[in-house]
Nanobody
Framework: QVQLAESGGGLVQAGGSLRLSCVASGTIFSVNNMGWYRQAPGNERELVATITGRNSLKYLDSVKGRFTLSRDNTKNTVWLQMNNLKPEDTAVYYC???????????????WGQGTQVTVSS
């Protein structure tokens, strides 16, 4: 089995910063893409940022220049540094990882339980 452990959410004022962490553990042969999605009440889940195994990055347009995603492949860990936070960033943030559990398997998507980020105005 594969588990994703998230940390770093919380309450912050507009303009502040938070750093989210996600560690993948369990039966892992390799990790392909890792990243963060978010879901605000009444909205669909959306991609915030993702990074491939070769460190190719993709960001949601509204967070470009404010959020930075980084990765340590040796630790199966990603960090999302969120600066200049805005009230519209308020959501539950979910870690996602596409994991191969052995050499013969394709990658499967795994999700964390979610961490709340609340930005007050």
């Amino acid at each position: 089995q594969v588990q994703l452990a998230e940390s770093g959410g919380g309450l912050v004022q507009a303009g502040g910063s938070l750093r989210l962490s996600c560690v993948a553990s369990g039966t892992i042969f390799s990790v392909n893409n890792m990243g963060w999605y978010r879901q605000a009440p009444g909205n669909e889940r959306e991609l915030v940022a993702t990074i491939t195994g070769r460190n190719s990055l993709k960001y949601l347009d509204s967070v470009k220049g404010r959020f930075t995603l980084s990765r340590d492949n040796t630790k199966n860990t990603v960090w999302l540094q969120m600066n200049n936070l805005k009230p519209e960033d308020t959501a539950v943030y979910y870690c996602n990882a596409n994991v191969r559990r052995d050499y013969w398997s394709r990658g499967f998507d795994y999700w964390g339980q979610g961490t709340q980020v609340t930005v007050s105005s």
